[in-house]
Nanobody, 117 residues
Framework: QVQLVESGGGLVQAGGSLRLSCAAS????????MGWYRQAPGQQRELVAS???????NYADSVKGRFTISRDNAKNAVYLQINSLKAEDTAVYYC???????????WGQGIQLTVSS
């Protein structure tokens, strides 16, 4: 069983920066994709960014240039650096791990990020 635990959310002023962290534990194969999704009130969950185990990153158009995803394979951790925060970044952010060997995806419990304008 794989568990994902997010941290680093909270209340931040617009224009500020924040780093979200997600630590994975359990039986994790080295071939996987980790990513961040977000869900704003009344909206569907959407992909923010993802990164493969080899370091190839992908971003939603809406966050390119402001968000940076990175990972530490030794720690089974993924990070999301968010700069120039906007009110529309307010959402619950979820960490996701897709296991490339088993085809199973895992989700964290989500963490709230609120940006005050």
């Amino acid at each position: 069983q794989v568990q994902l635990v997010e941290s680093g959310g909270g209340l931040v002023q617009a224009g500020g920066s924040l780093r979200l962290s997600c630590a994975a534990s359990g039986s994790i194969f080295s071939t996987n994709v980790m990513g961040w999704y977000r869900q704003a009130p009344g909206q569907q969950r959407e992909l923010v960014a993802s990164i493969t185990s080899s370091g190839s990153a992908n971003y939603a158009d809406s966050v390119k240039g402001r968000f940076t995803i990175s990972r530490d394979n030794a720690k089974n951790a993924v990070y999301l650096q968010i700069n120039s925060l906007k009110a529309e970044d307010t959402a619950v952010y979820y960490c996701r791990l897709f296991d490339g060997v088993t085809g199973i995806q895992y989700w964290g419990q989500g963490i709230q990020l609120t940006v005050s304008s």
